[in-house]
Nanobody, 124 residues
Framework: QVQLVESGGGLVQAGGSLRLSCAAS????????MGWFRQAPGKERGFVAA????????YYADSVKGRVTISTDNAKSTVYLQMNNLKPEDTAVYYC?????????????????WGQGTQVTVSS
């Protein structure tokens, strides 16, 4: 079992920044790829960013590329999502997830464990 706890969400004005954190505990979490996804009201959960176990392979959704950075601290079993120049369309619940593989993926179906989510609201 893997437990994931996200933090760092909140209300921010357009153009602002937030840093989300996701602390993982349990089953050898430092061995796995991790990802961030988001879900806005009335929409399906969508991909934001993902990192391979080593951090050597990073993926970003086109909608956030250049504004978002994913990073991992394997010693702390924590993954971060630094979000800059936030836009109202970034408003969503953000979820971190663990894939039981060291290889990153953009597909939510490839991830086994999920956090409870943290709300990000960007006002215009």
């Amino acid at each position: 079992q893997v437990q994931l706890v996200e933090s760092g969400g909140g209300l921010v004005q357009a153009g602002g920044s937030l840093r989300l954190s996701c602390a993982a505990s349990g089953r050898a979490t430092s061995s796995y790829a991790m990802g961030w996804f988001r879900q806005a009201p009335g929409k399906e959960r969508g991909f934001v960013a993902a990192s391979s176990r080593s951090g050597g392979t990073l993926y970003y959704a086109d909608s956030v590329k250049g504004r978002v950075t994913i990073s991992t601290d394997n010693a702390k079993s924590t993954v971060y999502l630094q979000m800059n120049n936030l836009k109202p369309e970034d408003t969503a619940v953000y979820y971190c997830a663990v894939r039981l593989s060291p290889i990153a993926s953009t597909l939510p179906t490839q991830y086994t464990y999920w956090g409870q989510g943290t709300q990000v609201t960007v006002s215009s």
